[in-house]
């Protein structure tokens, strides 16, 4: 029985992706988890919607949103309440700009450190047996 090869020839490269997590002492932590979460609050207007986007429970999403107010200075989610569509969210000048700083931090990282996750990158593959 032939075994099914790890790449296809028409498949793309394997890519690698920084991601990072800061631990700020005694507040908590702010990672790809929590600013894709403020990504899709903003894309649709709710807590409910975006948490729905993620398959994450509208209780886990909301947990979530009242950390990062509470973390913050200035709340990064704005709430409201009433109309026809019964209230919604979303980001404030802070949480964009959350959002803006942690994508620049990541983006620089990566910039940074090119030559070593294509370094690392190479080491994963695997040659043709």
Request: aromatic share 4%.
């Amino acid at each position: 029985m032939k075994r099914a090869s790890h790449a296809s020839h028409n498949a793309k490269p394997p890519a690698i992706e920084l991601r990072i997590r800061l631990d700020v002492a005694g507040v908590g932590q702010i990672g790809p988890g929590k600013i894709e979460l403020l990504r899709q609050i903003r894309e649709h207007q709710s807590i409910a919607a975006a948490a729905r986007a993620m398959d994450m429970s509208y209780r886990r999403a909301w947990l979530l949103v009242q950390d990062l107010n509470e973390v913050f200075s200035r709340p990064v989610v704005a709430k409201w309440l009433g109309g026809k569509s019964r209230g919604g969210a979303t980001l404030t000048r802070a949480g964009e700009k959350l959002v803006r700083s942690y994508d620049m931090l990541v983006q620089q990282a990566a910039d940074a450190n090119r030559v070593l996750l294509k370094d690392i990158l190479r080491s994963t593959q695997r040659s043709p047996r």
